[in-house]
């Protein structure tokens, strides 16, 4: 069975991960532990605990529980003293405090949830994600950077403080992987973080597997802002050491009304212009787009992107590459 590794975090690999579960993999994720956002970060913040909001997400996607369960797992409450606090957040922020080990954490959500797969945090060390950008701007934070982020020059470098050690079961899993699936998710936020814990780089560099990278639908204001699909991936490869095999781009059209939107962010469509920049993989191009209406829930404090990959087309298209 064929060893296919997920790397980043938040809503992109809650979809990647949720439509392959679907077909015979031996599936796993490895999960950004840098996010300081939300429900997220309050916790982090007065507990003390390790972020646990991309986690959750990754193993509510793994899930083969009955459909209760991960209802649970993904409410937000909307009123009261947990306004805003996600139920699956504070369970595995109530689990660390009473183990104080993580492994154990992973395992006994990952029993309650009866995951198909294995998720692995990419460091258990606290640690804050900073950017520097071209024109010497530096911030500091996960939420500060991807939230109401003001910046538009591009970044030039990413780092944590302090630095951070892998988790040893997260670098045999990339060893021992025979794809890597990066993306979809925001580049600076989602991505990189996994990229720039301590020694990632070489690790994937050295490894066999073969890499997919997902292309984004659109710009990140704060992040990617005026990118397009070759500047992702010029900015992914300083960070792997290694170009993607394959890059699944999104063709065909978005409606008008979700792109109004995302203008009104500073955000855009990313063209695709792979075939004229030397890239030597293979483009694959299909309609990948969630076309169905996407909510927000009233205690969610935190501005969501409203479009979104489709996970069956997405796992299809995976599906045909690795088999």
């Not at 793994?62 to 996600?86: C, I, M, Q, T, V």
């Not at 899993?173 to 301590?198: A, E, H």
């Not at 890499?211 to 990140?220: A, Q, R, S």
């Not at 170009?243 to 695709?272: C, F, L, R, T």
Request: with cysteine; aromatic share 8%; hydrophobic share 35%.
């Amino acid at each position: 069975m064929k060893k296919v590794t997920v790397i980043g975090g938040g809503t992109g690999s809650f979809v990647t991960l949720s439509g392959l579960k679907s077909y015979d993999f031996d599936l796993a994720a490895i999960v950004t532990m840098m996010d300081s956002g939300g429900s997220t970060g309050r916790l982090r913040d007065q507990l003390g605990v390790l972020p646990p909001g991309d986690l959750r997400q990754c193993l509510v996607a793994l899930s083969e529980a009955p459909e209760l369960w991960r209802k649970l797992f993904l409410y937000r409450f909307e009123k009261g003293d947990l306004k805003g606090h996600n139920f699956g957040n504070i369970f595995l922020s109530t689990l660390e405090k009473i183990t104080g080990d993580y492994d154990t954490v992973i395992e006994t959500a990952s029993y309650v949830l009866q995951t198909k797969g294995n998720v692995y945090p990419i460091t258990h060390k606290p640690t804050t994600l900073c950017v520097e950008y071209e024109n010497g701007t530096l911030i500091k934070g996960e939420s500060n950077i991807d939230e109401n982020n003001s910046e538009r020059s591009r970044i030039k470098h990413a780092y944590l403080e302090p630095d951070a050690e892998p988790n040893p079961k997260a670098v045999a899993r990339l060893k021992d992987s025979d794809y890597l699936i990066i993306g979809p998710g925001d580049l600076y936020t989602s991505i990189v973080p996994v990229l720039i814990v301590d020694d990632l780089k070489s690790v994937i560099k050295k490894s066999k597997a073969k890499i997919i990278y997902i292309l984004n639908l659109m710009t990140k204001a704060g992040q990617t802002s005026g990118y397009q699909a070759s500047d992702f991936l010029s900015d992914l490869e300083g960070y792997t050491g290694r170009a993607p095999d394959y890059v699944i781009a999104h063709k065909g059209s978005i409606p008008s009304n979700i792109q109004e939107w995302y203008h009104e962010h500073e955000e855009h469509e990313v063209k695709n212009d792979l075939q004229n920049s030397g890239f030597t993989g293979t483009i694959i191009e299909d309609d990948v787009i969630n076309r169905s209406h996407i909510s927000k829930s009233a205690g969610d404090v935190l501005t969501r992107s409203i479009l979104r990959h489709d996970s069956e087309k997405i796992a299809l298209l995976l599906n045909n590459i690795m088999s």
